[in-house]
């Protein structure tokens, strides 16, 4: 069955990096696009950023175009979020999510538990 | 981008009883690219509705999904216990976009 299992998440100070991890089990990883998306304590979910199933085409939500990067390794298959200069909005659960057909306009079928970001002095 | 605005932000029902919620676009969305999605408390989204009208694997026939253009709506057509939760529309035409969540809860 399909596992997406996220991990890297920790309390980080303000204008520090982090860099988080999604391992994928279960299905073809190199043919699917894939996201992330958060959601911070209590709020809705916002989507961040999105790559394409050979890495060569990003998305990012304004939010964070500049500070954050999408990037995977098929050979791997995990997907990967580096996340620079954070801050405390940037504080959230941070999910990795997988469409319901291969291409990146899909539905999130399957998703990840999510691994907890918390930027704080 | 594409706003998704959805109402009400609260639902206050009793089990048994049908659940309309809304979801509006800024501007027209495909109907293939609109999906609901229900959150309990402490877990990962689960999808329930893509293209608009079809049911997710597993998801039981009392949700249902209809709408176009810019108006949506997810019909629970008998509210069972599990079903109090909070849903959420989706666009998925880049960038993607999600309402802001409806909260279902129990009168």
């Known amino acids: 069955q399909v596992q997406l299992v996220e991990s890297g998440g920790g309390v980080v100070q303000p204008g520090r990096s982090l860099r988080l991890s999604c391992s994928a089990s279960?299905?073809?990883?190199?043919?699917?696009?894939l996201h992330w998306v958060r959601q911070a304590p209590g709020k809705g979910l916002e989507w961040v950023a999105a790559?394409?199933?050979?890495?060569?085409?990003?998305y990012y939500a304004d939010s964070v175009r500049g500070r954050v990067t999408i990037s995977r390794d098929n050979s791997k298959n995990t997907l990967y979020l580096e996340m620079n200069n954070l801050r405390a909005e940037d504080s959230a659960l941070y999910y990795c999510?997988?469409?319901?057909?291969?291409?990146?306009?899909?539905?999130?079928?399957?998703w990840g538990q999510g691994t907890l970001v918390t930027v704080s002095s | 981008e594409i706003v998704l605005t959805q109402s009400p932000v609260t639902l206050s029902l009793s089990p048994g009883e049908r659940a309309t919620l809304s979801c509006r676009a800024s501007?027209?969305?495909?109907?293939?690219?609109l999906a609901w999605y229900q959150q309990k408390p402490g877990q990962a989204p689960r999808l329930l509705i893509y293209?608009?009208?079809s049911r997710a694997t597993g998801i039981p026939d009392t949700f249902s999904g209809s709408g176009s253009g810019t108006d949506f709506t997810l019909t629970i057509s008998r509210l069972q216990p599990e079903d109090f939760a909070v849903y959420y529309c989706?666009?998925?035409?880049?960038?993607?976009?999600f309402g802001q969540g409806t909260k279902v809860e129990v009168k």
């Open positions: 279960g299905f073809t990883f190199s043919t699917y696009a």
């Open positions: 293209g608009t009208a």
């Open positions: 501007q027209s969305v495909s109907s293939r690219q």
């Open positions: 999510a997988r469409g319901v057909t291969p291409t990146w306009y899909s539905a999130f079928e399957y």
């Open positions: 790559i394409s199933y050979d890495g060569l085409n990003k």
């Open positions: 989706q666009q998925y035409a880049s960038p993607w976009t």
